[in-house]
């Protein structure tokens, strides 16, 4: 397992063009923040979906190198998103990850998506990643 600050650092080494932040990550579990700005927003005012996609991603990305460790090969196979309702174009987008089933070459997880002080979530996102065969699972 890596701690926030390990995932933090490889991020900014070997995903730089991120501007996701790592502000928890544990076995099962991450949590994490992308600022927004203009480059974020879409006409309306509002953070684009793009955007929102990315930041689910590596949460999920986040959660499952806070379980297994450094596993750079694993990738995302599939990521479903189902918006609910429009993000705030003035606040940092927040992205709460849970896994739901971490096995041997598949990893299935949740995100949910809010705007920074708000509970209702903006959006709900279901992703899978696969899991490297050679990596072994420490559980």
């Not at 927004?36 to 990315?54: A, I, K, Q």
């Not at 750079?72 to 849970?98: H, M, Q, W, Y």
Request: charge should be negative; proline fraction near 4%.
């Amino acid at each position: 397992m890596l701690s926030k600050n390990e995932i933090s650092e490889f991020l900014e080494t070997e995903f730089p063009q991120t501007k996701c932040q790592v502000e928890s990550a544990s076995k099962g579990q991450a949590i994490v923040r992308h600022p927004v700005g203009v480059d974020e927003l879409r006409p309306g005012g509002t953070v684009s979906g793009p955007v929102m996609m990315s930041v689910a991603d590596v949460a999920m990305y986040v959660a499952i190198l806070a379980s297994l460790g450094l596993v750079k090969e694993t990738v995302t196979t599939s990521l479903t998103i189902n918006f609910l309702r429009k993000p705030k174009g003035d606040r940092d987008i927040l992205a709460d990850c849970k896994i739901l089933k971490l096995g041997k070459t598949l990893a299935v997880a949740e995100v949910s998506l809010f705007s920074e002080g708000d509970a209702d979530a903006v959006a709900h996102v279901v992703g899978t990643y696969a899991i490297p065969r050679e990596n072994t699972i420490n559980k």
